[in-house]
């Protein structure tokens, strides 16, 4: 999970030091000697540009023998040894930094790094887990977060990793190493918790519905369908259970009479929760498939009513509307729907059409290809998932 800096982002790095410290970045040189210590600064500023460390680390060397104190040349000398990868020597130059001001966060940051790759996770944990909430350099606050998140998670911390890779979420939600780090984090607590299920209630409801749902992960829906069964028997009225039983039941039939079975059990959904606009949509779907127009244009529409913003329902009413030639009305609710759900390969798929339709082909085309990558990634991902699956 390491992102590394190459000398050109050198002087970015010393920059933000200087930026994160509460007060002056200096030393205790007598004002005598301030012009020969900003020469060397400069000295040092040019030969980094000129990717020339050596010359650098000189130039800073020679600011400490004239003043032995100056956090800027300890703080740089460490972003130079950080970038080399010279671990220990960046961690005594980051300390001596720290000696003065302790709450310079980036050099402690950096310092927290180098611990780490020399080993020391305990110490590295507690340098990044002080540090990280007040970085705003966002490509150190993005290694940063990634190692404590490792640094928990190897330790089996599984609730500290989850809190750091949300906050990294919030700043980066399109990286991808950070949302593989939330994957990997997000499936252990998963397992972990279905293992303490087992142990408080080895025979609950609870248990039976999160069994069902790795059942339906799978593509097991018999499977998934008799577990969702008995978590009914032992507790008829958990949040989600009637849905998540239809959801299967309409997974492992489009016929009757499973068409009835599913109905029945998003209608007992609808009876515990009202406002549940999902199994609405299912109903209408069902109605759907026994060619219901009417019907199923009334569950759609009555859910769009109460949350205009609700996907599926614009969706539906979409469908109908294309169906009947209407293209220009269906627009609409396809944005509606794309904008709350741009992942959603049906609704590109009927943007298309309906642009098609409307004679813009531009937009038609943008939409089609959109459909055809979202189509791949899936099939892609069903494939990967199924060769990982054990064999039956």
């Known amino acids: 999970m390491s992102i590394r800096f190459g000398l050109g ?5 010393l920059s933000a030091l200087a930026a994160g410290s509460q007060v002056p970045v200096r030393g205790q040189a007598s004002t005598s000697h301030t012009a020969e210590i900003r020469n060397y600064m400069q000295e040092a500023a040019q ?3 000129a990717n020339q460390p050596l010359i650098a680390t000189q130039a800073y060397r020679n600011i400490l023998k004239i003043d032995p104190q100056n956090v800027d040349a300890y703080a740089n000398l460490g972003v130079i040894a950080f970038v080399q990868g010279d671990w220990a020597a960046g961690t005594e130059e980051f300390r001596e930094v720290l000696k003065f001001q ?7 940051a950096l310092l927290g790094l180098c611990e780490l790759h020399l080993g020391q996770s305990a110490e590295a944990a507690k340098l990044l887990s002080e540090s990280f909430p007040h970085l705003d350099e966002p490509k150190l606050r993005l290694e940063v977060g990634l190692a404590l998140a490792e640094i928990w998670y190897q330790a089996g911390e599984l609730a500290e990793a989850s809190a750091t890779i949300s906050d990294l979420r919030r700043y980066y939600p399109d990286n991808i190493a950070v949302l593989f780090a939330a994957y990997r984090i997000y499936s ?10 087992a142990l408080v209630g080895p025979d609950s409801g609870q248990l039976h519905q999160a069994l069902a749902e790795h059942q339906v992960n799978e593509g097991h829906m018999e499977a998934a369908i008799i577990e969702y ?31 009835t079975k599913a109905q029945q059990e998003f209608e007992r959904a609808l009876a515990l929760n009202p406002a549940d606009s999902t199994s609405e949509c ?9 060619a219901n127009l009417n019907v199923a244009h009334d569950y759609y529409a009555g859910v769009q009513k109460l949350n205009p913003r609700t996907s599926c329902a614009n969706l539906g009413l979409a469908g109908l509307l294309i169906d009947e030639g209407k293209a220009q009305e ?6 509606t729907a794309v904008h709350i759900d741009p992942y959603d390969p049906e609704i590109r798929w009927r943007l298309a059409r309906v642009y098609r339709q409307l004679g813009r082909k531009e937009d038609a085309d943008r939409e089609l290809t959109a459909f055809q990558e979202l189509s791949k990634v899936r099939t892609r991902m069903q494939k990967s998932y199924e060769q990982a699956l054990p064999a039956k």
């Open 9 to 13: 982002g050198v002087l970015v790095l």
């Open 47 to 49: 030969a980094l540009q």
């Open 102 to 108: 302790p709450s310079l966060w980036k050099a402690k």
């Open 188 to 197: 252990d607590q998963t397992f972990q918790t279905v293992d303490a299920m």
């Open 229 to 259: 069964q008995k978590a009914i028997e032992r507790n008829p009225n958990l949040a989600g259970l009637h849905y998540e039983l239809g959801e299967a039941l309409l997974q492992e039939s489009h016929v009757e009479p499973g068409l």
């Open 282 to 290: 299912e109903l209408a779907k069902i109605q759907l498939l026994r």
């Open 330 to 335: 269906a627009l609409s609710y396809l944005q």
